[in-house]
């Protein structure tokens, strides 16, 4: 039985879960959530418990339809959402019938918000995943944005809800102008010590020609050592490459598998979230920690989460 109706889809909403692992090496991007956090909490809130599939909208203008009852909840960058024209919470489980109305307002403090539904989406899995991969044309439905009309089905919810609301020092503190911390490296080397200092001293403006892909960076450019180019190797989500233009890309979900340019750094996992939903025109700051802090910084993260679902 079909769940939801799409009325609108806003600028761009796609299905996705946490992405499509194991084909890499196959040049197949791994996709997924580009704010894995809200993703995966938002999960959580509706008692999905694997790698369900939630709606990642992208600028807001969204409106549903539920075409029955439905758990759901909304996680992302604070934002007036409305369920029948009554205000209702980010970061907390709801309950819609058959004929409730859901709207989101256009984007004003983020980029993306997710939209999660007890069972999670249903749709084929492709590669083990149900992420769209835009550019490759698969996943999600079709491969392609949802569009109006659109009507998506769920599965039967596995597990229980262990909580109703997420608690304010779980939810990342989105900001227009965040200061992302980094772990230099794998090949900082090749960056001159006048490159260095101008990547951490200044403010980089995120580009319009931004996506999910990469996040583009304008601002002072970063020297190289001799040139940009390195014998092509692997990318991570958050690795920061500095191409022959000296401005900085951070990789996001739908990064290509394998990069020839230089990576200054590396975005630490807890600040993804804040680099995937800074809005065009907006700043980013970046800021040098060690290895084994931004491993901390995870693990007392994990234990939070563990902690309060254990309560």
């Given amino acids: 039985m079909k769940t939801i109706r799409?009325?609108?889809?806003?600028?761009?909403?796609?299905?996705?879960?946490?992405?499509?692992?194991?084909?890499?090496?196959?040049?197949v991007p791994v996709s997924g959530a580009m704010d894995q956090w809200a993703y995966r909490l938002g999960n959580l809130l509706v008692g999905n418990r694997g790698n369900e599939a939630a709606l990642e909208i992208t600028?807001?203008?969204?409106?549903a339809e539920f075409l029955t009852d439905t758990c759901f909840c909304l996680c992302g960058p604070e934002q007036e959402v409305r369920l029948n024209n009554q205000i209702i919470s980010t970061w907390a489980a709801h309950q819609a019938?058959?004929?409730?109305?859901?709207?989101?307002d256009y984007g004003r403090k983020g980029v993306r918000w997710y939209l999660a539904?007890?069972?999670?989406?249903?749709?084929?899995?492709?590669?083990?995943?149900?992420?769209?991969?835009?550019?490759?044309?698969?996943?999600?439905?079709?491969?392609?944005?949802l569009r109006k009309g659109d009507e998506l089905t769920v599965g039967r919810p596995k597990g229980s809800r262990l909580?109703?609301?997420?608690?304010?020092?779980?939810?990342?503190?989105?900001?227009?102008?965040?200061?992302?911390?980094?772990?230099l490296g794998p090949q900082d080397e090749?960056?001159?010590?006048?490159?260095?200092?101008?990547?951490?001293?200044?403010?980089?403006?995120?580009s319009q020609r931004s996506d999910r892909m990469g996040c583009l960076l304008d601002g002072p450019i970063?020297?190289?050592?001799?040139?940009p180019d390195i014998i092509s190797d692997a990318t991570?989500?958050?690795?920061?490459?500095?191409?022959?233009?000296?401005?900085?890309?951070?990789?996001?979900?739908?990064?290509?598998?394998?990069?020839?340019?230089?990576?200054?750094?590396?975005?630490?996992?807890?600040?993804?979230p804040l680099a995937a939903q800074v809005l065009p025109g907006y700043r980013i700051h970046f800021k040098e920690i060690g290895l084994q802090e931004a491993q901390d910084l995870l693990g007392e993260q994990e234990k939070r989460l563990v902690d309060i679902l254990g309560k």
């Fill in 6 to 27: 799409i009325i609108n889809p806003g600028p761009l909403t796609t299905i996705q879960d946490r992405g499509r692992y194991g084909f890499q090496d196959r040049g």
């Fill in 59 to 63: 600028l807001g203008g969204f409106k």
């Fill in 222 to 227: 970063i020297q190289h050592k001799e040139g």
């Fill in 163 to 183: 909580l109703t609301a997420i608690p304010k020092e779980l939810i990342p503190d989105y900001s227009p102008e965040p200061i992302l911390r980094v772990v």
């Fill in 236 to 272: 991570a989500f958050g690795s920061i490459q500095v191409p022959g233009s000296g401005q900085p890309i951070i990789l996001m979900a739908d990064r290509q598998t394998v990069g020839g340019y230089v990576k200054i750094a590396t975005v630490i996992s807890v600040d993804l």
């Fill in 117 to 145: 539904l007890a069972g999670g989406v249903e749709v084929p899995l492709v590669m083990g995943s149900r992420s769209t991969y835009l550019r490759g044309g698969f996943g999600g439905l079709e491969g392609r944005p």
């Fill in 97 to 104: 019938v058959s004929g409730d109305v859901l709207s989101l």
């Fill in 190 to 206: 090749a960056i001159s010590p006048e490159g260095l200092a101008t990547f951490f001293s200044s403010r980089y403006s995120v």
